[in-house]
């Protein structure tokens, strides 16, 4: 698993500085520019990092959330426990897994291991307000490559694409966490499910062993 989160956080990681040139109404093309600057961002602040690990927090909610549709995945995840939910309490919800996304991604970050990524061919695009099927191997030598699909959706009033699932060796990301979380959220419900979120936000970053 954080293998997998290491993978989404480094292929969707930008430059804040060239965030205006990435054109977002074109998901492969979007994904690709993204994926590239992401490793320049990692290589350069890598002193800071190993100083301040925290930072690896800021990076990921200034250059990494733009492209991620925190909010679709948040009311996805909590699927048919929307039924008769307060909508105040489906807005703290969809705060706290926001927030609890950020600290996971800056976790799996530290350890970065100047990984490179090889894409596949660009989808057709259809009709459609999602697609599935941007294709990535992650080279990681010596270890065999790691081959991902990533779900993207389309803003139907601005036309822009964010990323808001990623499937592995046919496991899909979000799905896991609502199997996950179901049961808790349907027994303790959902303001009980957002406070622990939020308590694991708030977890420092640390250096892990590397395997």
């Known amino acids: 698993m954080k293998t997998l989160f290491l993978v989404i956080t480094t292929f969707l990681f930008s430059s804040q500085l060239l965030a205006e040139e990435i054109d977002r109404t074109q998901p492969y093309e979007m994904m690709r520019q993204v994926a590239q600057q992401s490793f320049e961002r990692l290589k350069s602040e890598q002193a800071n990092i190993q100083q301040n690990p925290e930072l690896l ?14 909010k679709y995945a948040a009311l996805k995840l909590l699927g048919p426990n ?12 969809i705060d706290a897994f926001r927030d609890y996304l950020v600290t996971s991604y800056a976790q799996v970050l530290t350890q970065y291991t100047n ?12 009709d459609s307000s999602r697609i599935t099927g941007v294709k990535v191997d ?5 270890r065999p490559n790691i081959k991902l699909e990533f779900k993207l959706r389309k803003d139907k009033k601005t036309g822009e694409w964010k990323a808001y699932d990623m499937v592995a060796e046919g496991i899909s990301l979000l799905s896991s966490k609502q199997s996950e979380w179901n049961t808790k959220i349907r027994q303790q419900g959902i303001i009980t499910v957002a406070e622990e979120l939020e308590e694991l936000a708030k977890q420092p970053i640390r250096f892990e062993s590397k395997l």
């Open 138 to 142: 992650i080279v990681d030598a010596p």
């Open 115 to 126: 990984q490179t990524i090889e894409f596949g061919p660009a989808p057709k695009l259809k």
């Open 57 to 70: 927090k800021v990076i990921v909610e200034e250059e990494l959330m733009p492209y991620v549709n925190s």
């Open 82 to 93: 929307l039924k008769g939910a307060k909508k105040a309490d489906v807005g703290i919800f």
